[in-house]
């Protein structure tokens, strides 16, 4: 009897929540921080026009909301030999526009992809090195001449177009006259600076679109973009701002989500200076002393900072990346407060009365940003490093921060950034952030503290050669242990925690790269 | 006439040329658009592919005169954010700027000279008292400010209003405009009400002090000595009156209101050309500010000249002046 009432109870609401479902939330309208600047999936490099293209095109595997490959326009992928990998594509997709897909278009699409006139940010990176080969219709080779690994990582990049339409120019895309892709949701139209209108695409290969119209909104400012939400004109918002999570958690109209992304704020030291512009009353740049570095890094109440800045919106680190990511270490942990330990590091390095230091910041950036920085800088001065915070608009303190100095060289001495890992694993910050700074090979393109270990560098080239994701593995986690808890290459303060809101009714899957997706909201 | 007419545009076309050079050499001080707009991934070279791609590897001075010789032929260089014209981003969304500045323009005119013209005619009593305090609030709040406000109250709590975008369009003569159908009117108003206060304010005070001057001349005293209708007196003697010093100065700021409607249009995300302006800045995006800036010079420059010219044809003196020199 007990049971049978239960099982009653449950298809009540379950009958309930399917005509809820059916009769409400048919339009979904979502208010973006940032608008695209085209339709075009091969035009800007970014993460707003990135995170569009996932609801009209498709990637041959596409990565979920962790960043793990899941299968997209390739049922199955697998290396061949070590320079070769095979991707089995699916059979019987149908771009919006009716034409097939198949092995054709995906050579035409990494043809494109990195020769498009005009792009502000080529995606020319991830198809740098690789020669696409139909081998029949529903078979590709993509060839490297060494030993890839990340290929998975890379092409998800990589959206895939007809070839019926060849010569497309990132205006008919943006008309509409050529946004055919695979996607859940066909391309509507796009008013500049208005909206972004797309529409349920049919005949899609997988489980149909939860909505039949989206309508994207941009909405910069973040008091109207919370705002617009409350009144009911938008239905879910991105990068919720962390002033306002109170006050929405007591709102009953409105549900949040939050995860932690892939994104990491830390501190960059002045590593390749003998004597370093914004340090002073020394004559030398105590930044180059590994114990300096690891005493700033005991200095720093991490707890702290999350709680009372982040308004506990955000996670300590340690490392690069958080945990469950592929290769962290397993062993590194946020540095525990320790002030007294800072203090004896800094004697013991010929500094027992600290010295002077600048602190540079963007202000626009990251959530918080500017406060992380002051906060800081009061921890810092505790034990005797004295410290101003400069902060000043992403737009000025990037161009300064990378290549403000004499001879293009960084202008800095002290920084504090944040590093978004676009392929989801270790190696994209190590070998941006921590490699040895070289044009040549491409590795440390902002490695601002310059900082430079043969080893570690030995390490990070091993990694990127090592198809065998176990060894690959244990590899990145060598080279983290290595570059922070030994040299103290960077000092991390935590990983971001991404906040989005919705109205009551509908749910929002967090995306570990940040991406504000149509695709990730569901209904109750 | 034709002397006085060809000077002005020489000094008109100084003034943009001096214009441009500022803003140009400006944005480049701030920093490296690059930087801004590359995937953070990208390697050092990829990077020196991207600033070559922009033309930002030549020196400055040489990317100036390049800017000039296609500004010469009516082209203010390519978007480095959309790829596409910088006029034709900017000529998008001006309707939609010019939509919010007339419509703001209408209100301020609507609501303000009736109530100046009332706190005139009752300077002491509570209505007039209360009349001219509040436009005391509309010249000093900040827009920003009111707009959120507005926003909480009218869209939020009492959800009479929609708080953000411009709602449906109607095409008309090729261009969209949102006043002829409810839903835009209903998107249209809280901005255009929140650009109009500072205006609104202004008018309050330009009629309420004209109607107080106006009212003691001796044409309205023979009025009512005529024994014409106090109606008759105030609408069309003292109206008539006010509004030569109003007309004049709404037709210096209906410049500024399409200029700076920056705040409001960022408060609302109203799709115009402040809003694009602001993104621009954040961007970086040289071709769009310069553009942006150079089209309102322009605007001021033209306006100016246009007041000039018609200045020397009703007032000859400013003519000779001209000969004599």
């Not at chain 1, 050529?178 to 209108?197: C, L, N, Q, S």
Request: charged letters at 20%; proline letters at 6%; hydrophobic letters at 45%.
């Amino acid at each position: 009897m007990n049971l049978s009432g239960s099982h009653l109870v449950g298809a009540i609401v379950a009958a309930g929540m399917f005509l809820a479902g059916g009769a409400s939330a048919e339009e979904l309208r979502v208010g973006l921080a940032q608008e695209p600047s085209s339709i075009d999936p091969h035009y800007h490099n970014l993460g707003p026009n990135n995170s569009f293209s996932m609801h009209v095109f498709q990637p041959l595997v596409i990565p979920d909301e962790k960043q793990r490959p899941t299968p997209g326009l390739a049922e199955s992928w697998k290396p061949i030999d070590d320079t070769t990998w095979e991707f089995k594509l699916r059979e019987g997709v149908k771009f919006h526009d009716g034409s097939d897909f198949n092995a054709d278009d995906v050579v035409h699409s990494f043809e494109r992809a990195p020769n498009v006139p005009n792009s502000p940010s080529s995606f020319a990176l991830y198809v740098k090195g690789k020669t696409v080969e139909k081998v029949d219709d529903y078979t590709v080779h993509i060839k490297t001449e060494e030993p890839y690994p990340l290929m998975v990582n890379d092409i998800w990049n990589i959206y895939i177009v007809s070839d019926e339409a060849a010569d497309a120019t990132t205006g008919d895309f943006n008309s509409g006259k050529a946004a055919a892709g695979t996607g859940p949701y066909r391309f509507v139209e796009w008013v500049p600076g208005d909206r972004i209108v797309i529409e349920r695409y049919d005949d899609y290969w997988g489980e149909k679109a939860a909505f039949d119209k989206v309508t994207f909104k941009p909405i910069n400012s973040a008091p109207a973009r919370v705002a617009a939400l409350l009144a009911g004109d938008v239905d879910v918002i991105g990068e919720v701002p962390t002033a306002d999570i109170e006050r929405l958690k007591a709102d009953d109209g409105v549900s949040l989500f939050q995860g932690v992304s892939n994104r990491i704020i830390y501190l960059h030291m002045d590593q390749f200076r003998e004597k370093t512009p914004f340090v002073t009353g020394t004559d030398k740049n105590p930044l180059l002393d590994a114990r300096v570095r690891k005493a700033i890094s005991k200095a720093i109440n991490r707890e702290a900072i999350v709680e009372r800045v982040m308004e506990g919106v955000a996670i300590p680190a340690g490392q690069l990346l958080p945990e469950g990511f592929f290769g962290v270490s397993e062993t590194l942990k946020p540095e525990p407060y320790d002030p007294e330990g800072a203090k004896q590091l800094l004697a013991e390095a010929g500094y027992p009365d600290g010295f002077g230091l600048t602190l540079h910041s963007p202000n626009n950036r990251y959530i918080n940003d500017a406060k992380i920085a002051q906060a800081v800088g009061q921890m810092l001065a505790r034990i005797g490093i004295e410290t101003q915070v400069d902060a000043m608009p992403a737009n000025v303190f990037f161009t300064r921060a990378s290549s403000g100095g004499p001879d293009n060289s960084p202008e800095f001495s002290f920084i504090l950034v944040g590093w978004g890992s676009g392929t989801g694993e270790a190696s994209s910050p190590l070998r941006s952030l921590l490699a040895t700074y070289n044009p040549d090979t491409g590795s440390g393109a902002s490695n601002r503290g310059r900082m430079s270990n043969p080893e570690l560098d030995a390490l990070i080239e091993e990694a990127l050669q090592t198809v065998d994701d176990e060894k690959r593995a244990q590899l990145l986690a060598d080279a983290t242990d290595l570059a922070i808890g030994e040299l103290q290459g960077i000092i991390p303060l935590h990983y971001q925690v991404n906040t989005w809101a919705t109205r009551k009714g509908l749910t929002y899957t967090p995306r570990t790269d940040e991406r504000t997706v149509a695709l990730m909201v569901g209904k109750e | 006439m034709s002397v006085f007419i060809i000077r002005r545009l020489l000094q008109a076309s100084l003034v943009i040329l001096v214009m441009s050079l500022l803003v140009f050499f400006g944005v480049n001080v701030i920093g490296n658009p690059v930087d801004i707009l590359i995937n953070p991934d990208f390697t050092q070279e990829q990077r020196e592919a991207a600033i070559r791609a922009l033309g930002l590897h030549l020196p400055i001075h040489e990317q100036y005169f390049v800017f000039l010789k296609n500004a010469v032929q009516g082209d203010l260089g390519i978007s480095f954010v959309f790829g596409e014209p910088a006029l034709k981003l900017i000529v998008q969304r001006m309707p939609a700027t010019l939509e919010l500045a007339f419509a703001a323009l209408f209100l301020s005119i609507v609501v303000g000279i009736p109530l100046g013209v009332y706190a005139g005619l009752h300077p002491e009593s509570v209505a007039g008292r209360t009349i001219m305090g509040a436009s005391i609030l509309g010249f000093s709040l900040p827009t920003f400010w009111v707009g959120i406000m507005m926003i909480m109250l009218f869209a939020v709590m009492l959800g009479w209003l929609p708080s953000t975008g411009r709602g449906d369009t109607v095409e008309v003569l090729g261009i969209h405009v949102s006043f002829l159908t409810w839903d835009g009117l209903r998107h249209l108003f809280m901005p255009a009400l929140n650009l109009a206060l500072l205006k609104m304010s202004l008018v309050i005070r330009l009629a309420r002090a004209g109607t107080r001057e106006v009212m003691h001349q001796d044409y309205v005293k023979f009025a009512r000595a005529k024994g014409l209708s106090r109606r008759r007196v105030v609408l069309v003697h003292v109206l008539k009156n006010i509004m030569i010093p109003v007309v004049t100065i709404l037709g210096l700021e209906l410049g500024s209101l399409i200029a700076f409607s920056v705040v409001t249009e960022t408060v609302f995300a109203w799709p115009g050309m402040g809003k694009l302006i602001i993104d621009s800045i954040q961007l970086l995006d040289r071709p769009v500010v310069v553009a942006y800036l150079m089209i309102i010079v322009f605007m001021f420059v033209t306006i100016n000249l246009v007041v000039d010219v018609l200045y020397s044809l009703l007032d000859p003196r400013v003519r000779l002046q001209d000969l004599k020199e």
